[in-house]
């Protein structure tokens, strides 16, 4: 998969779904691609989704451009199985890929790229590319309690798996579709859960397979809610609200979201919107940005987002967009987003 060339018409940053799905279409259209991400593919899935845990959209929805999913049971898919899944397209494309390359310097115009890429020992060099395509996301950094003693080993931001805190008592902070499933996986193990969150109820928006059962756990008492509830600190061995309550913990999991890594596009000089974790400015239709040569593809085009809006099902027209561009031809007509199921 890593070709030992370093120049290439095309760098797609970015080794997610719509990063792979790009490269697979402007190969397709005759350029020579080359992929580096700073982890591994499909980063951001395997960081935050723990084990078994089924995307909201099916499968069809998923699909990377001629290369179709089948399950064995016809669900909802896995974290696990779509990282096969991508692991599949890669090979079967033939995509020149290089995982743990991190762009720390982007020089030259368009047409004459020079990108310094660093490994993780240290040892940089330089890429070559005449177009770069960002498709870094937007999940990179979790978002801060802004809470004393947030910093503390056992305050955790991902929850892996659940098997570790099995017998413990986990306070779960948040409200949406993360905290949602880490109340319920918890409590499955044998772990002593209580929820915390800004609001009476969790979000309407939450799986509609999982919010009935956080309901149903707090209602019964199964797990502690301390709804609306906000954190004034956290101590080694409990956590203290802003109203006087306290509750006993062994873990706290802080399930906030998270926030974009915006120094991709300042190492590009590609503008954002309006201030640190707005989108970056570009033309919808092309996915250029304001920078010649550089384009955004994928989640990556909404910067930080509170409530997604954009995600991998409704970006499936950013590679052709770019490929359009890159080939002179217009742009093709927006297709209008299929409808997700209702919470």
Same mark, same amino acid.
């Given at each position: 998969?890593?070709?030992?060339?370093?120049?290439?018409?095309?760098?797609?940053?970015?080794?997610?779904?719509?990063?792979?799905?790009?490269?697979?279409?402007?190969?397709?259209?005759?350029?020579?691609?080359?992929?580096?991400?700073?982890?591994?593919?499909?980063?951001?899935?395997?960081?935050?989704?723990?084990?078994?845990?089924?995307?909201?959209?099916?499968?069809?929805?998923?699909?990377?451009?001629?290369?179709?999913?089948?399950?064995?049971?016809?669900?909802?898919?896995?974290?696990?199985?779509?990282?096969?899944?991508?692991?599949?397209?890669?090979?079967?494309?033939?995509?020149?890929?290089?995982?743990?390359?991190?762009?720390?310097?982007?020089?030259?115009?368009?047409?004459?790229?020079?990108?310094?890429?660093?490994?993780?020992?240290?040892?940089?060099?330089?890429?070559? +590319?005449?177009?770069?395509?960002?498709?870094?996301?937007?999940?990179?950094?979790?978002?801060?309690?802004?809470?004393?003693?947030?910093?503390?080993?056992? $305050?955790?931001?991902?929850? &892996?798996?659940?098997?570790?805190?099995?017998?413990?008592?986990?306070?779960?902070?948040?409200?949406?579709?993360?905290?949602?499933?880490?109340? $319920?996986?918890?409590?499955?193990?044998?772990?002593?859960?209580?929820?915390?969150?800004?609001?009476?109820?969790?979000?309407?928006?939450?799986?509609?397979?999982?919010?009935?059962?956080?309901?149903?756990?707090? +209602?019964?008492?199964?797990?502690?809610?301390?709804?609306?509830?906000?954190?004034?600190?956290?101590?080694?061995?409990?956590?203290?609200?802003?109203?006087?309550?306290?509750?006993?913990?062994?873990?706290?999991?802080?399930?906030?979201?998270?926030?974009?890594?915006?120094?991709?596009?300042?190492?590009?000089?590609?503008?954002?919107?309006?201030?640190?974790?707005?989108?970056?400015?570009?033309?919808?239709?092309?996915?250029?940005?304001? $920078?010649?040569?550089?384009?955004?593809?994928?989640?990556?085009?909404? &910067?930080?987002?509170?409530?997604?809006?954009?995600? $991998?099902?409704?970006?499936?027209?950013?590679?052709?967009?770019?490929?359009? +561009?890159?080939?002179?031809?217009?742009?093709?007509?927006?297709?209008?987003?299929?409808?997700?199921?209702?919470?």
């Amino acid at each position: 998969m890593t070709s030992p060339a370093s120049s290439s018409d095309v760098l797609v940053v970015g080794a997610g779904p719509i990063g792979i799905e790009t490269a697979v279409v402007l190969q397709a259209a005759g350029l020579t691609v080359r992929i580096v991400d700073a982890g591994p593919v499909g980063a951001t899935i395997l960081r935050t989704f723990p084990p078994a845990t089924r995307w909201f959209s099916s499968p069809e929805r998923l699909t990377l451009r001629g290369y179709p999913i089948q399950t064995a049971t016809q669900e909802k898919i896995t974290g696990e199985e779509y990282l096969a899944y991508l692991r599949s397209v890669v090979t079967a494309a033939g995509l020149t890929l290089e995982t743990y390359t991190r762009v720390v310097d982007i020089a030259g115009a368009a047409g004459d790229f020079a990108v310094t890429v660093e490994s993780p020992a240290g040892s940089r060099r330089v890429l070559s +590319a005449a177009t770069i395509v960002l498709a870094t996301g937007g999940t990179d950094i979790p978002r801060s309690l802004g809470a004393p003693g947030e910093e503390l080993p056992n $305050v955790h931001r991902h929850l &892996g798996d659940p098997h570790r805190f099995f017998g413990r008592r986990v306070l779960v902070v948040g409200g949406r579709n993360s905290a949602a499933e880490s109340v $319920v996986r918890l409590y499955r193990i044998g772990a002593h859960v209580s929820l915390s969150y800004r609001r009476p109820d969790i979000a309407d928006n939450v799986k509609f397979w999982i919010r009935p059962e956080v309901r149903s756990l707090l +209602a019964e008492g199964a797990v502690t809610g301390y709804l609306p509830s906000t954190i004034s600190e956290i101590a080694e061995s409990e956590v203290r609200f802003t109203d006087g309550r306290t509750v006993a913990v062994d873990d706290v999991l802080l399930q906030l979201g998270f926030e974009q890594d915006q120094r991709i596009f300042e190492l590009a000089g590609v503008p954002t919107a309006d201030g640190p974790g707005s989108p970056p400015v570009l033309d919808e239709a092309t996915m250029s940005t304001t $920078v010649p040569g550089i384009f955004v593809v994928g989640t990556a085009t909404a &910067g930080t987002q509170d409530g997604f809006t954009v995600f $991998v099902e409704n970006c499936r027209q950013h590679a052709d967009r770019v490929a359009a +561009a890159l080939s002179g031809r217009p742009a093709p007509e927006p297709v209008p987003a299929r409808p997700l199921p209702e919470a």
